[in-house]
């Protein structure tokens, strides 16, 4: 196995994730099987219980993983599945030695960072990196990691020691190690600044690594003088100095690489340019042309809880994107905080208040995603019935099709208290319940999670057409709460069709309201399972009901 080690330093957010997952494009394109692994060096054991606010979205898998957003870039750049090992974090190593320790595993020896969990981070990246994430048989050839954070977190010691080891282990044709960091330019001076890079290499090489390439991330190109001076006091040839500078979007960031010779240098460094092919980047260059040459748009109401970090919902972003470009569209996503929408808002914050609805008011089409908890709710209801009311397309997610569900009770049937136990335990009218299954004293890993079957029962469905009219789909789940199907029989005599079930046939997966152009919702996330090349047949209906489209592309 060859490893590409990606680490990151001066600050966070520099776009480690994106660069791991570009060179694994570019050495996928040169002919090569790539996997990936992300390391989370935070002591919770997955991104399950973490806060949207605190670290972005959490990514499902199809094995009921909840990891880190990178691991969606890694799908999404290298169309393959991961697995929730592919997501290595400090509470996961731990957990896995105390258990052993408790066993007796360590034979009354004295168990500690080195060697035991050192040892136990090097087994995990070796045992993980043979797992077949391409749908074919074999292992992969190349195992690209992140590292997240930036060099220098105490956090992350004892995985910088264990690579330190693993790249000592596997020798040095089998391990190339990639350092992104900031060329930042003062607006005083206009110069462009190595010293911060300069540290942050001074002090990974104190921990034993040496990084082969520098992958630096600035507004503007580097200048050559800029790379000569990184070359001569970061002790890297200055041809592995690989600029990745600001693009109109990240499909460019393959290209960037391609274009800098980057595979042919990572190949030599990994003895491999006598397998790989020459890199084919061509649908790569055409999505990047094609999204800088377009010119038309369409406007998306996306009504959410979370939209102070779009990266909350970055795999909503991205899928909607994906819809769009195969529209001929540029995504315009206006960000709605659901709360905004209330009566209540109108009175406190007159003015934003206003402003959301007058954005709702004008969007093609309105988008409610998952989440949890009470806050804003009201306010996507509100959304939800401006919706079916007026015709505009609507597309609920998890959250956002109980929100429709709510509403149509509410609205239709008359049950003015009708609503989720999530939010109101007393309600006379529950018709959105807790799952029996799920567990209401943990909260991480007890959730229905994953990949599950839905069974669509009626062909003539818009969601069946949508998706080819298929018997059934396997879509990633990730949620607590479902419709009771006590009241699924009122709902539908009402007009609320519901088209898609679970195995068992009670629990409500996809809803469909009649005599709408295009009112869905759905309990599981196709947004996940969304490709560039291959965008979510809901998300693709969804933009192409927004410009009246959709009936002609399901005639075709």
């Given at each position: 196995m060859?490893y590409v080690?990606?680490t990151?330093g001066?600050?966070?957010?520099?776009?480690k994730?994106?660069t791991?997952?570009?060179i694994g494009?570019?050495?996928?394109?040169?002919?090569l099987g790539?996997?990936?692994?992300k390391?989370?060096?935070y002591?919770?054991t997955?991104?399950?219980t973490m806060?949207p606010?605190?670290?972005?979205?959490?990514?499902?898998?199809?094995d009921?993983?909840?990891?880190d957003?990178?691991?969606?870039?890694?799908e999404?750049f290298?169309?393959?599945?991961?697995?929730?090992d592919?997501?290595i974090?400090?509470g996961k190593?731990?957990?896995?030695v105390l258990?052993?320790?408790r066993?007796?595993d360590?034979?009354?020896?004295t168990v500690q960072v080195v060697?035991?969990i050192?040892?136990?981070?090097?087994?995990?990246i070796?045992?993980v990196s043979l797992?077949?994430?391409?749908?074919?048989?074999g292992?992969a050839d190349v195992c690209v990691?992140e590292?997240?954070g930036t060099?220098?977190?105490i956090?992350?010691m004892?995985?910088?020691e264990a690579?330190?080891?693993l790249?000592f282990?596997?020798g040095?044709?089998n391990?190339c190690?990639?350092?992104v960091?900031?060329i930042p330019?003062?607006g005083?001076?206009?110069e462009?600044?190595t010293?911060p890079?300069?540290h942050?290499v001074?002090?990974?090489?104190?921990?034993?690594?040496?990084p082969?390439f520098?992958?630096c991330?600035s507004a503007?190109?580097?200048l050559?003088s800029?790379?000569?001076?990184?070359s001569?006091?970061c002790h890297?040839?200055?041809?592995?100095i690989?600029n990745?500078?600001d693009v109109?979007n990240?499909?460019h960031v393959?290209l960037?690489?391609?274009?800098?010779?980057a595979?042919?240098?990572?190949l030599?460094q990994?003895?491999l340019?006598?397998?790989?092919t020459?890199?084919?980047?061509d649908?790569?260059n055409?999505?990047?042309?094609?999204f800088d040459n377009l010119?038309?748009?369409?406007?998306i109401?996306m009504v959410?809880?979370y939209i102070g970090?779009?990266?909350?919902y970055?795999s909503?972003?991205?899928?909607?994107?994906?819809?769009?470009?195969a529209c001929?569209?540029k995504p315009?996503i206006?960000?709605?905080?659901?709360?905004?929408l209330?009566?209540e808002s109108?009175?406190?914050?007159p003015?934003a208040?206003?402003?959301?609805?007058?954005?709702?008011k004008s969007?093609?089409?309105?988008?409610?995603?998952?989440?949890?908890g009470?806050?804003?709710?009201?306010?996507m209801v509100l959304?939800a019935?401006?919706?079916?009311?007026?015709?505009?397309?609507?597309?609920g997610?998890c959250l956002?099709?109980q929100?429709?569900?709510i509403?149509?009770a509410?609205?239709v049937?008359?049950?003015?208290?009708?609503?989720?136990t999530?939010?109101?335990?007393q309600?006379?009218?529950?018709?959105v319940i807790?799952?029996p299954?799920?567990?209401?004293t943990?909260?991480g890993s007890?959730?229905?999670?994953g990949?599950r079957?839905t069974h669509?029962?009626?062909?003539?469905?818009l969601?069946s057409k949508l998706?080819?009219?298929?018997?059934y789909?396997?879509?990633?789940h990730?949620h607590?709460?479902e419709?009771?199907?006590?009241?699924?029989?009122?709902?539908?005599e009402a007009?609320?069709r519901?088209?898609?079930?679970?195995d068992t046939g009670?629990?409500?997966?996809?809803?469909?309201?009649?005599?709408h152009p295009?009112?869905?919702?759905?309990q599981?996330?196709?947004?996940?399972?969304s490709r560039?090349?291959?965008p979510?047949?809901?998300?693709?209906g969804?933009?192409?009901a927004?410009?009246?489209?959709?009936?002609a592309?399901?005639?075709n």
């Amino acid at each position: 196995m060859k490893y590409v080690l990606v680490t990151g330093g001066v600050v966070s957010g520099l776009g480690k994730g994106v660069t791991a997952s570009s060179i694994g494009v570019v050495l996928k394109a040169c002919g090569l099987g790539v996997t990936s692994i992300k390391i989370d060096p935070y002591l919770n054991t997955d991104a399950g219980t973490m806060s949207p606010f605190e670290h972005g979205e959490v990514f499902v898998l199809d094995d009921g993983g909840e990891v880190d957003l990178d691991l969606g870039n890694y799908e999404r750049f290298l169309d393959v599945t991961l697995t929730k090992d592919n997501n290595i974090t400090t509470g996961k190593i731990y957990q896995s030695v105390l258990d052993k320790e408790r066993k007796g595993d360590y034979l009354g020896k004295t168990v500690q960072v080195v060697p035991h969990i050192t040892d136990a981070i090097k087994d995990w990246i070796e045992s993980v990196s043979l797992i077949p994430v391409d749908g074919k048989e074999g292992q992969a050839d190349v195992c690209v990691i992140e590292l997240g954070g930036t060099v220098g977190d105490i956090e992350s010691m004892p995985f910088i020691e264990a690579l330190r080891q693993l790249s000592f282990s596997v020798g040095p044709d089998n391990f190339c190690l990639i350092h992104v960091s900031l060329i930042p330019v003062l607006g005083v001076v206009g110069e462009q600044k190595t010293k911060p890079t300069q540290h942050t290499v001074r002090e990974l090489r104190a921990l034993g690594l040496t990084p082969h390439f520098l992958a630096c991330r600035s507004a503007q190109p580097l200048l050559e003088s800029t790379k000569a001076k990184l070359s001569q006091f970061c002790h890297v040839a200055a041809a592995n100095i690989l600029n990745i500078h600001d693009v109109p979007n990240i499909w460019h960031v393959p290209l960037l690489l391609r274009n800098q010779n980057a595979h042919h240098s990572i190949l030599k460094q990994l003895n491999l340019t006598n397998v790989a092919t020459a890199p084919d980047l061509d649908s790569w260059n055409k999505m990047a042309e094609t999204f800088d040459n377009l010119t038309n748009h369409v406007q998306i109401a996306m009504v959410g809880k979370y939209i102070g970090l779009t990266d909350s919902y970055l795999s909503v972003v991205k899928a909607l994107l994906h819809a769009c470009i195969a529209c001929s569209l540029k995504p315009h996503i206006e960000w709605i905080a659901a709360s905004d929408l209330e009566d209540e808002s109108e009175k406190s914050t007159p003015e934003a208040h206003a402003a959301a609805w007058k954005i709702l008011k004008s969007a093609e089409c309105i988008l409610v995603p998952g989440g949890f908890g009470d806050r804003g709710v009201s306010g996507m209801v509100l959304a939800a019935k401006y919706a079916r009311e007026n015709k505009i397309p609507y597309l609920g997610i998890c959250l956002g099709m109980q929100i429709a569900v709510i509403e149509f009770a509410r609205s239709v049937l008359g049950l003015e208290r009708a609503n989720s136990t999530e939010f109101d335990a007393q309600t006379s009218d529950p018709v959105v319940i807790f799952m029996p299954e799920g567990s209401r004293t943990h909260m991480g890993s007890t959730m229905r999670l994953g990949s599950r079957r839905t069974h669509l029962h009626n062909r003539d469905s818009l969601t069946s057409k949508l998706y080819g009219q298929v018997s059934y789909v396997d879509e990633r789940h990730r949620h607590r709460y479902e419709v009771n199907p006590e009241v699924a029989q009122a709902l539908e005599e009402a007009g609320l069709r519901f088209v898609g079930k679970d195995d068992t046939g009670k629990r409500v997966e996809v809803i469909e309201f009649q005599d709408h152009p295009f009112y869905v919702g759905v309990q599981f996330h196709p947004e996940f399972k969304s490709r560039p090349t291959r965008p979510s047949p809901l998300f693709l209906g969804f933009i192409l009901a927004a410009r009246k489209l959709l009936q002609a592309h399901l005639s075709n």
